[in-house]
């Protein structure tokens, strides 16, 4: 089956950045949507971004211009680049692969962005 293991989250200050990577067990990439979710304690799960095969990319209004969506297909492998980070964009990240074999979630990976 697909595992997706997200990772480079952590703590850091607010105007900081990170780059969030999520990594699939198979090469399944190429074929799929690429989305970032994030979920904050006591909040619904929303859609942060959205990358297409052709690399057609969507951003929520909340992190528009800040963040980026990226991917490796040769390594199997989606980015978010998180700039200007601010406390309301802590939360757990998901990345999700969606394709005709499924919809593949990962572990998530904490984020927290201290004032």
């Known amino acids: 089956q697909v595992q997706l293991v997200e990772s480079g989250g952590g703590l850091v200050q607010a105007g900081g950045s990170l780059r969030l990577s999520c990594a699939a067990s198979?090469?399944?990439?190429?074929?799929?949507?690429l989305r970032w979710y994030r979920q904050a304690p006591g909040k619904q799960r929303e859609l942060v971004a959205t990358?297409?095969?052709?690399?057609?990319?969507n951003y929520a209004d909340s992190v528009k211009g800040r963040f980026t969506i990226s991917r490796d297909n040769a390594k199997n492998t989606v980015y978010l680049q998180m700039n200007s980070l601010k406390p309301e964009d802590t939360a757990v990240y998901y990345c999700?692969?969606?394709?005709?074999?499924?919809?593949?979630w990962g572990q998530g990976t904490q984020v927290t962005v201290s004032s």
């Open positions: 999700n692969a969606n394709n005709r074999l499924g919809v593949f």
């Open positions: 198979r090469s399944i990439f190429s074929i799929s949507v």
């Open positions: 990358i297409t095969s052709p690399d057609n990319t």
